[in-house]
Nanobody
Framework: QVQLVESGGGLVQPGGSLSISCAASENIFNNHAVAWYRQAPGKQRQLVAS???????DYVDSVKGRFTISKDNTKSTVYLRMNDLKPEDTAMYYCTVPAWPKNYWGQGTQVTVSS
């Protein structure tokens, strides 16, 4: 059973930056895609960014140019660098790895953008 643990969330002012991490209990990112989702109170969970096993990255339009997903296979860790944060980026952020037949999720890390 793969464990995913997110960390690095916190409170940041609008226009600020934050990096969050997702550490896996085993080296899963070299063979599987990974994605970051977020969920704000009262809203549906939303795909934010994804990266294929080969390293191809994709983003939802609202974060393009501001967020960067990356991974370090040697550390079994995926990162999400978030720049120029806006209040609407406030949410719980989750990483997930679809590894059929299972779909692994972390417990989430809270990002709050507020002055």
């Amino acid at each position: 059973q793969v464990q995913l643990v997110e960390s690095g969330g916190g409170l940041v002012q609008p226009g600020g930056s934050l990096s969050i991490s997702c550490a896996a209990s085993e080296n899963i990112f070299n063979n599987h895609a990974v994605a970051w989702y977020r969920q704000a109170p009262g809203k549906q969970r939303q795909l934010v960014a994804s990266m294929s096993a080969s390293g191809f990255a994709d983003y939802v339009d609202s974060v393009k140019g501001r967020f960067t997903i990356s991974k370090d296979n040697t550390k079994s860790t995926v990162y999400l660098r978030m720049n120029d944060l806006k209040p609407e980026d406030t949410a719980m952020y989750y990483c997930t790895v679809p590894a059929w037949p299972k779909n692994y999720w972390g417990q989430g890390t809270q990002v709050t953008v507020s002055s």
